[in-house]
């Protein structure tokens, strides 16, 4: 099996910045694309940006000048720099990645969500 584990999370004022972390651990042969997705209350769960294997990535519109996101593929680990955060950033961030395992099966895996809040 393969776990996703996030950290980073936390209260920040607006303006402010957060570093979130996904290391992925298990039965890891290869990983293809890792993401993040955030999830606000009462909302669904939404695409933040994700990258591929060769480093290619994509962002929401909603974030774009101001994430980004990169991965250290030594340490099968994601990263999500969040700069000038906004009220409405306000969610739980998962992590994802789309992992080719030990058994030769590709699986979506998903994290169990980090915190963010921000507010003054």
């Known amino acids: 099996q393969v776990q996703l584990v996030e950290s980073g999370g936390g209260l920040v004022q607006p303006g402010g910045s957060l570093r979130l972390s996904c290391a992925a651990s298990?039965?890891?042969?290869?990983?293809?694309?890792m993401g993040w997705y955030r999830q606000a209350p009462g909302k669904q769960r939404e695409l933040v940006a994700t990258?591929?294997?060769?480093?290619?990535?994509n962002y929401a519109d909603s974030v774009k000048g101001r994430f980004i996101i990169s991965r250290d593929n030594a340490k099968n680990t994601v990263y999500l720099q969040t700069l000038s955060l906004k009220a409405e950033d306000t969610a739980v961030y998962f992590c994802?990645?789309?992992?080719?395992?030990?058994?030769?099966?590709?699986?979506?895996?998903w994290g169990q969500g980090t915190q963010v809040t921000v507010s003054s």
């Open positions: 298990g039965r890891i042969l290869s990983i293809y694309t």
């Open positions: 994802n990645a789309r992992v080719l395992d030990r058994s030769g099966q590709t699986n979506n895996y």
């Open positions: 990258i591929t294997n060769v480093r290619s990535t």
